[in-house]
């Protein structure tokens, strides 16, 4: 799997459990192509269950 597409993987993964917003999806994949191993650590230690789209939530 191509560095890009694992880092695809990871995020849909985040976003799918709750632990980032769909509108972070570039953010986190501009983290995950900078410095991989520090963002997978952050986004391991986010807590899952974020209400999507919750718009009080930046």
């Excluded at 980032?20 to 807590?47: I, K, Y």
Aim: aromatic letters at 4%.
């Amino acid at each position: 799997m191509s560095p890009r597409a694992e880092h695809e993987r990871i995020v849909s993964a985040a976003i799918k459990d709750g632990r980032v917003l769909p509108a972070r999806r570039g953010h986190w994949l501009q983290a995950l192509q900078a410095n991989p191993e520090q963002a997978e650590r952050l986004l391991a230690c986010l807590a899952p269950g974020l209400p999507p789209e919750d718009p009080w939530v930046v």
